[in-house]
């Protein structure tokens, strides 16, 4: 095999590395993030300032893939499976409204007015189901021993989990996130002043549900 030459080769470096750059580019420059629940339905809307749309591609972007929504040019609209019964288009404006969303409608949508780069947005969608109860047990909870207290949610994604003793609110650093489902409150040397109700908030972007527990720190009365 040829060795390249260290200024080709550099263009090629280049040339691979664009292709990422330009996708976090262009989350980058979401101007909208939204997120909503499954089965419901969310309206994304177009570029604000363009008076006359002559033409709208939507598209949803997931990985390198793109599939195309929907075109609309010269008064004729095109919606492509599996779209077609749930996307529709203002026209005049260019938003786009998705129902019936799925998780898998999670990912970037571009919207492009005109055939114009410039005239195109994009926005960075999360549909999340809500999370369930979170169950809360302990592991390990022995005087002088280090113990957990766990927090799980079985159903949808949790992005934060708050944690509260006897009604006040733990340091962060106090637990630690294993998961979207899974938070980890962690008592280094458990001792009766550990003993008391702990509760475990699991939230996202559309749900919240806390769970409390009491704590008993077996051997030490
Ligand atoms: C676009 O137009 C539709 C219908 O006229 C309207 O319901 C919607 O709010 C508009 N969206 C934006 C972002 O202005
Ligand atoms: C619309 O606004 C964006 C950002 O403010 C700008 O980059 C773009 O050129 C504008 N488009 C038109 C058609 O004026
Ligand atoms: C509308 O668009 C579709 C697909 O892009 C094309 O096959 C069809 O001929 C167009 N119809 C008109 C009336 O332009
Ligand atoms: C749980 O967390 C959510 C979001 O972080 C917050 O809005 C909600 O008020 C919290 N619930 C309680 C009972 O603290
Ligand atoms: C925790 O203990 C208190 C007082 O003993 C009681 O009122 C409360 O219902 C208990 N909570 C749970 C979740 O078991």
Redesign the pocket.
């Known amino acids: 095999m040829l060795l390249h030459h260290p200024v080709e080769l550099l263009g090629m470096l280049l040339a691979g590395l664009l292709v990422p750059l330009k996708q976090a580019a262009e989350v980058e420059r979401a101007l909208q993030r939204r997120v909503a629940m499954v089965g419901s339905s969310v309206l994304l809307a177009g ?5 006359l749309i002559r033409s709208v591609q939507w598209e949803h972007l997931s990985g390198t893939a793109s599939h195309t929504i929907l075109q609309y040019e010269r008064h004729n609209l095109t919606i492509h499976m599996p779209y077609t019964a749930r996307a529709h288009l203002h026209a005049s404006n260019g938003s786009l409204l998705l129902e019936d969303l799925q998780e898998s409608d999670s990912g970037v949508y571009r919207v492009t007015v005109n055939r ?1 780069e ?2 195109s947005l994009t926005v960075l969608l999360d549909v999340l189901k809500p999370v369930s109860h979170p169950q809360l047990w302990s592991r390990g909870l022995v005087a002088k021993a280090s113990g957990e207290v766990l927090c799980e949610v079985v159903e949808g994604r949790a992005d934060i989990f708050t944690w509260k003793k006897d009604g006040q609110l733990l340091p962060p650093e106090r637990s630690y996130h294993l998961s979207g489902s899974l938070s980890v409150l962690h008592l280094r040397v458990a001792k009766k002043s550990d003993c008391g109700s702990y509760s475990c908030n699991a939230s996202n972007g559309i749900s919240w549900q806390e769970t409390s527990l009491n704590v008993t720190v077996a051997g030490d009365h």
């Open positions: 570029p604000r300032n363009i008076t114009a410039r005239e």
